[in-house]
């Protein structure tokens, strides 16, 4: 089986990886020539490791996105993710006005979104309801953060995961 030097998550489109892109775990140790376990690798184990990572994959968030609000202005401090060609300038952010955020990239940036985004305060913003959603702005998908005092939008810090 062929694999890719490309790391799914840096390829057009990017993607999870899945286990057919991990050798497929389907490798086989030499016929009346078996490894010794104890100092050479076996067919099992590259096997068990292609496993675990493709179901972790399915996991773990395509993004990490922290987000400052200063003067009323959001803005993206910071990005962590798996691919190595997301970065901060890869996000546009929307205001949609106070304690409402729009989040949105190219889908060139980040696969697919599945399930739902979570999201938590970085700051100590009196906040009681803090939500992200998945939504779609100019064709491109994103994510929309509100954060609330009472029935008050309210800005405050955050870190939001996109899965």
């Known amino acids: 089986m062929t694999v890719s030097n490309t790391l799914t998550w840096d ?3 990017p993607m999870r990886p899945a ?3 991990l050798t497929g775990g389907t ?6 020539k078996a490894p010794d376990p104890v ?10 490791r292609a496993a675990q990572i493709a179901g972790l994959a399915e996991v773990v968030p395509l993004a990490r996105i922290c987000v400052t609000i200063t003067g009323g ?13 997301v970065g901060v300038g890869n996000f ?11 989040i949105s990239w190219l889908a060139t940036v980040l696969p697919a979104v599945a399930g739902f985004p ?10 009681d309801r803090l939500r992200a959603f998945y939504t779609t702005l100019g064709g491109n998908q994103g994510v929309r953060i509100k954060s609330k005092l009472g029935a ?5 810090n955050y870190a939001v995961n996109v899965y």
């Open 11 to 13: 390829q057009n489109p």
């Open 19 to 21: 286990l057919s892109d």
């Open 27 to 32: 490798k086989a140790n030499r016929p009346g």
């Open 39 to 48: 100092t050479q690798p076996t067919a099992e184990e590259d096997n068990q």
């Open 73 to 85: 202005v959001p803005a993206v401090s910071s990005v962590l993710a798996p691919g190595t060609n």
């Open 92 to 102: 546009i952010v929307t205001d949609n006005g106070v304690g409402d955020t729009t």
């Open 118 to 127: 979570s999201v938590t305060q970085a700051d100590d913003v009196e906040i």
């Open 152 to 156: 008050a939008a309210t800005d405050c």
